[in-house]
Protein backbone atom coordinates (compact mmCIF):
# COMPACT_ATOMS: atom_id res chain seq x y z
CA UNK A 1 0.00 0.00 0.00
CA UNK A 2 2.92 2.16 1.01
CA UNK A 3 4.54 1.53 -2.62
CA UNK A 4 1.33 2.72 -4.69
CA UNK A 5 1.11 6.04 -2.23
CA UNK A 6 4.34 6.06 -3.23
CA UNK A 7 4.25 5.88 -6.95
CA UNK A 8 1.32 8.27 -6.95
CA UNK A 9 2.36 11.15 -4.93
CA UNK A 10 5.86 11.66 -6.34
CA UNK A 11 4.66 12.15 -9.99
CA UNK A 12 2.45 14.40 -8.70
CA UNK A 13 5.00 16.18 -7.07
CA UNK A 14 7.01 16.90 -10.02
CA UNK A 15 4.01 17.67 -11.51
CA UNK A 16 4.02 20.71 -9.54
CA UNK A 17 7.54 21.86 -10.68
CA UNK A 18 5.96 22.87 -13.54
CA UNK A 19 3.46 25.04 -12.20
CA UNK A 20 6.26 27.15 -10.66
CA UNK A 21 8.51 27.36 -13.62
CA UNK A 22 8.41 25.69 -16.99
CA UNK A 23 12.27 25.90 -17.16
CA UNK A 24 13.35 23.80 -14.30
CA UNK A 25 10.76 21.33 -15.09
CA UNK A 26 12.29 20.93 -18.76
CA UNK A 27 15.39 20.74 -17.21
CA UNK A 28 14.54 18.31 -15.16
CA UNK A 29 13.09 15.83 -17.77
CA UNK A 30 16.05 17.14 -19.76
CA UNK A 31 18.51 15.77 -17.01
CA UNK A 32 16.40 12.44 -16.74
CA UNK A 33 17.04 11.79 -20.48
CA UNK A 34 20.87 12.42 -20.31
CA UNK A 35 21.11 10.31 -17.60
CA UNK A 36 19.03 7.65 -18.78
CA UNK A 37 20.62 7.28 -21.98
CA UNK A 38 24.31 8.35 -20.51
CA UNK A 39 24.06 5.22 -18.42
CA UNK A 40 22.81 3.06 -21.09
CA UNK A 41 25.58 4.34 -24.00
CA UNK A 42 28.43 3.36 -21.26
CA UNK A 43 27.48 -0.65 -22.13
CA UNK A 44 26.39 -0.56 -25.36
CA UNK A 45 29.60 1.10 -26.25
CA UNK A 46 31.95 -1.87 -24.41
CA UNK A 47 29.22 -4.71 -25.95
CA UNK A 48 30.80 -2.57 -29.11
CA UNK A 49 34.08 -3.01 -28.50
CA UNK A 50 33.95 -6.64 -27.21
CA UNK A 51 32.23 -7.40 -30.40
CA UNK A 52 34.83 -5.79 -33.02
CA UNK A 53 37.58 -7.07 -31.20
CA UNK A 54 36.47 -11.05 -30.75
CA UNK A 55 36.90 -11.21 -27.19
CA UNK A 56 32.97 -12.97 -26.68
CA UNK A 57 32.72 -16.40 -26.69
CA UNK A 58 30.64 -18.10 -28.19
CA UNK A 59 27.40 -19.64 -26.96
CA UNK A 60 27.92 -22.73 -24.74
CA UNK A 61 31.51 -23.38 -26.11
CA UNK A 62 33.87 -25.97 -24.13
CA UNK A 63 36.93 -24.47 -22.77
CA UNK A 64 39.89 -25.64 -25.01
CA UNK A 65 41.95 -28.75 -23.58
CA UNK A 66 42.67 -29.80 -20.01
CA UNK A 67 45.68 -28.07 -19.73
CA UNK A 68 46.66 -24.65 -18.47
CA UNK A 69 46.54 -21.97 -21.16
CA UNK A 70 47.66 -18.68 -20.57
CA UNK A 71 47.81 -18.94 -17.04
CA UNK A 72 44.38 -20.28 -16.97
CA UNK A 73 42.63 -23.39 -15.65
CA UNK A 74 39.96 -25.55 -17.98
CA UNK A 75 37.77 -25.84 -14.78
CA UNK A 76 38.38 -21.95 -14.16
CA UNK A 77 37.34 -21.56 -17.59
CA UNK A 78 34.45 -24.14 -17.72
CA UNK A 79 32.97 -21.29 -14.97
CA UNK A 80 33.93 -18.42 -16.83
CA UNK A 81 36.53 -17.05 -14.39
CA UNK A 82 40.38 -15.80 -15.53
CA UNK A 83 42.71 -16.08 -12.61
CA UNK A 84 45.70 -13.95 -11.65
CA UNK A 85 48.50 -15.44 -11.32
CA UNK A 86 49.68 -12.80 -8.12
CA UNK A 87 50.62 -15.08 -5.43
CA UNK A 88 51.51 -12.40 -2.96
CA UNK A 89 47.63 -11.22 -2.57
CA UNK A 90 45.61 -13.12 -0.09
CA UNK A 91 43.26 -13.23 -2.89
CA UNK A 92 43.15 -12.92 -6.36
CA UNK A 93 40.76 -10.43 -8.79
CA UNK A 94 38.77 -12.25 -10.70
CA UNK A 95 38.51 -11.28 -14.42
CA UNK A 96 35.24 -13.22 -16.15
CA UNK A 97 35.67 -14.66 -19.31
CA UNK A 98 32.31 -13.20 -21.21
CA UNK A 99 30.38 -15.60 -23.45
CA UNK A 100 27.02 -15.01 -25.76
CA UNK A 101 23.72 -16.07 -24.67
CA UNK A 102 21.52 -18.27 -26.56
CA UNK A 103 20.29 -15.22 -28.74
CA UNK A 104 22.39 -12.57 -30.41
CA UNK A 105 22.54 -10.72 -33.49
CA UNK A 106 25.66 -12.71 -35.40
CA UNK A 107 28.49 -11.14 -36.91
CA UNK A 108 28.19 -8.34 -38.82
CA UNK A 109 24.86 -7.50 -38.22
CA UNK A 110 25.21 -7.12 -34.59
CA UNK A 111 27.96 -5.09 -34.85
CA UNK A 112 26.09 -2.70 -36.94
CA UNK A 113 23.44 -2.87 -35.07
CA UNK A 114 25.31 -1.70 -31.62
CA UNK A 115 27.43 0.59 -33.83
CA UNK A 116 23.91 2.75 -34.74
CA UNK A 117 22.50 2.09 -30.99
CA UNK A 118 25.85 4.36 -30.20
CA UNK A 119 25.15 6.92 -32.88
CA UNK A 120 21.29 6.96 -31.69
CA UNK A 121 22.66 7.64 -27.66
CA UNK A 122 25.12 10.03 -29.07
CA UNK A 123 22.47 12.26 -31.14
CA UNK A 124 19.82 11.86 -28.34
CA UNK A 125 22.40 13.22 -25.51
CA UNK A 126 23.79 16.18 -27.97
CA UNK A 127 20.11 17.53 -28.77
CA UNK A 128 18.66 16.36 -24.94
CA UNK A 129 20.84 19.63 -24.07
CA UNK A 130 19.18 22.41 -26.40
CA UNK A 131 17.12 24.83 -24.68
CA UNK A 132 13.53 24.14 -26.11
CA UNK A 133 13.10 27.34 -27.61
CA UNK A 134 14.83 30.11 -29.31
CA UNK A 135 16.40 32.54 -28.69
CA UNK A 136 17.90 30.90 -25.53
CA UNK A 137 17.56 33.54 -22.72
CA UNK A 138 19.10 33.24 -18.91
CA UNK A 139 15.32 32.78 -18.53
CA UNK A 140 14.73 29.30 -20.62
CA UNK A 141 18.53 28.37 -21.19
CA UNK A 142 19.03 24.68 -20.27
CA UNK A 143 21.26 24.34 -17.67
CA UNK A 144 20.62 20.59 -17.26
CA UNK A 145 24.02 20.04 -19.64
CA UNK A 146 26.08 22.27 -16.57
CA UNK A 147 24.48 19.92 -14.07
CA UNK A 148 25.47 16.63 -16.12
CA UNK A 149 29.21 18.16 -16.51
CA UNK A 150 29.37 18.63 -12.67
CA UNK A 151 28.18 15.12 -11.79
CA UNK A 152 30.93 13.76 -14.49
CA UNK A 153 33.85 15.86 -13.26
CA UNK A 154 32.97 15.22 -9.47
CA UNK A 155 32.52 11.59 -10.44
CA UNK A 156 36.14 11.32 -12.27
CA UNK A 157 37.70 13.11 -9.41
CA UNK A 158 35.95 11.00 -6.61
CA UNK A 159 37.00 7.95 -8.26
CA UNK A 160 40.96 8.96 -8.51
CA UNK A 161 40.71 10.65 -4.82
CA UNK A 162 38.84 7.64 -3.14
CA UNK A 163 37.47 5.40 -4.73
CA UNK A 164 40.45 3.84 -6.87
CA UNK A 165 42.32 3.20 -3.66
CA UNK A 166 39.21 1.41 -2.27
CA UNK A 167 37.62 -0.72 -5.18
CA UNK A 168 39.10 -4.38 -5.53
CA UNK A 169 37.09 -6.12 -7.88
CA UNK A 170 35.44 -9.37 -7.50
CA UNK A 171 37.50 -11.19 -5.71
CA UNK A 172 38.45 -15.58 -5.69
CA UNK A 173 40.28 -16.85 -2.40
CA UNK A 174 42.69 -19.21 -2.55
CA UNK A 175 40.84 -21.94 -1.38
CA UNK A 176 38.46 -21.88 -4.64
CA UNK A 177 41.58 -21.01 -6.73
CA UNK A 178 43.41 -24.22 -5.72
CA UNK A 179 40.09 -26.28 -6.09
CA UNK A 180 39.96 -24.83 -9.93
CA UNK A 181 43.60 -26.52 -10.16
CA UNK A 182 43.14 -29.81 -8.60
CA UNK A 183 39.57 -30.39 -11.14
CA UNK A 184 41.96 -31.03 -14.06
Known sequence: MLAIALV?????LLALIYIGSSTVFEDVVSMSTSGLYASYFIPCSLLLWRRTTGQIRPHMSAPSGGDETNGQTAAAQAIGISISEDTEADSDVAQPLLMWGPWRVPGVLGIINNGFAC??????LFWSFWPPETPATPENM???VLVTGCVILFSIVYYYVYGK????GPLIEHQVRGFARKEL
Open 119 to 124: LYILFV
Open 142 to 144: NYS
Open 8 to 12: TTLPC
Open 165 to 168: SQYI
